[in-house]
């Protein structure tokens, strides 16, 4: 299938730095991609879609300015959490559908990325 | 928007048994709900999905059952066995298209007595 990757699979930063998370597409080009976070032993909750060339589209309660996300490839997606706060620390995954897929909607995930803040 | 329900969020089964797990959605308009199993600290993997022309479809020993009209849908696997100890997520979609985006249910996790 499909192969999408993340990097970094883990990054520690300190309180009040900004970091950036890459997902690309490794096989396949994607118009949209999709970003989530996941808290321990709860489920993947949507942030949002992120659209090759235009802005992002965010989920409700969602903070825009804080989970900036630009898709200016059709292969990479960049999530950059600014300002990191102790309560940003979570496990983020994005994920895409390769459109060559014939009656396939496989949504293909990264491997994901721990994120700390300390 | 979208809000799927999943239920049991654990399940212990003998292994060699059955399990089903539950999930209700609650926008009509969704038309694909795939399965995943997650891992300890993995991706999701999709296990088998069903679209909304299907009412039930079988992959070995996994099933998934759809009820469009009570906006239920079910997961069944028999004949379990230890590997198959996970989270397992349901999942709703509107469209088919790769900007259709994917809601989660809250999980379940699967253990399987030896």
């Known amino acids: 299938g499909a192969v999408v990757s993340q990097h970094p699979s883990r990054v520690i930063c300190k309180s009040g730095t900004s970091v950036k998370i890459e997902c690309r597409s490794l096989d396949f080009q994607a118009t949209t991609m999709f970003w989530y976070r996941q808290f321990p032993k709860k489920s993947l909750m949507l942030m949002a879609t992120?659209?090759?060339?235009?802005?992002?589209?965010?989920e409700q309660g969602v903070e825009k300015d804080k989970f900036l996300i630009n898709h200016a490839s059709l292969t990479l997606s960049t999530l950059t959490v600014t300002s990191a706060h102790p309560e940003d620390s979570s496990f983020y995954i994005c994920s895409a559908r390769d459109p060559r897929g014939q009656g396939s909607y496989e949504q293909y995930f990264g491997p994901g990325t721990r994120l700390t803040v300390t | 928007g979208e809000n799927v329900e999943q239920h049991p969020s654990t399940l212990s089964v003998q292994e060699g048994d059955s399990a089903v797990i539950k999930c209700t959605y609650s926008d009509s308009a969704s038309n694909y709900f795939p399965w995943y199993k997650q891992e300890l600290g993995k991706r999701p993997q999709l296990i088998i999905d069903i679209r909304s022309n299907v009412g039930e479809k079988k992959d070995q020993r996994i099933a998934v059952t759809l009820n469009k009209t009570a906006k239920h849908f079910s997961l069944h696997i028999t004949e379990t066995q230890p590997e198959d100890s996970a989270v397992y997520f349901c999942?709703?979609?509107?469209?088919?298209?790769?900007?259709?985006?994917?809601?989660f249910g809250s999980g379940t996790r699967l253990s399987i007595r030896p």
């Open positions: 992120s659209n090759e060339g235009s802005k992002a589209t965010y």
């Open positions: 999942a709703a979609a509107t469209g088919y298209s790769s900007a259709s985006k994917i809601i």
